[in-house]
């Protein structure tokens, strides 16, 4: 890990598109630290840039410019063919729309995130029981999605992130889908996860939520607006 304790590095990252001949600065030149078992909300109005930077962090994407450090290691150098297997490793997704296998039980999902890593099947049926049981599933592994609300569907696709012990764990708008009581229980959960020593980045448009992280990044105009640690209320303005 690097020396000054940060798991994540993001140095000088920028992400230039093209529409037709104008060029769209996506992200401008965004750089900050997060360290191990911190909680990080990334707000701003939609076009901000939030979402660029979790893709580009999550290797679903490459930056036009700049690099990602996560555990000492610049991820950003890997060749294409090697982003997926830097995702199962060292990085955890939690989707709004959960992206749960509609075929698959509660179980199954967790399982296969441990298949394609290559997980011995006695190592996946004794992680995917402990992770189950610890979301509150116990009693639900053997259901299919359609049979889950829409909180339980999320604290299955929570289980699933943590499968393979990664690094960081990224929730794109974890909360999107869900009532306002379901919100509470899987923030709470999230915030319990990272006094353990996981590390979470979240994109949220929902104040309520980013006000309950250790620190707030306000994206504008592909650009950090604002980075705040989090103490007591914060006043943050409505993200769109």
Known sequence: MNSNGAILRIRNLSKTYMQGKIPVHALNDVSFDVHKGEFLSIVGVSGSGKSTLLSLIGLLDKPTTGS????????TKFKE??????????????????????????????????????????????????????????????????????????????ARALANHPAIILADEPTGEVDTKTREVIVNLLRELSEKGQTILVVTHDVAVAQKTDRIITMLDGKIESDVKVTGKVKLKRAG
């Open 68 to 75: 990602v450090f996560i555990d000492g290691e610049e991820v």
């Open 81 to 158: 063919r090697e982003a997926p297997k830097i995702r199962r490793e060292k990085i955890g997704f939690v989707f709004q729309h959960f992206n749960l296998i509609p075929t698959l039980t509660a179980f199954e999902n967790v399982d296969i995130a441990m298949r394609f890593a290559r997980v011995p099947k006695s190592k996946r049926k004794d992680r995917a029981v402990e992770l189950l049981t610890r979301m509150g599933l116990a009693d639900r592994m053997k259901h299919k999605p359609s049979e889950l609300s829409g909180g339980e569907q999320q604290r299955v696709s929570i």
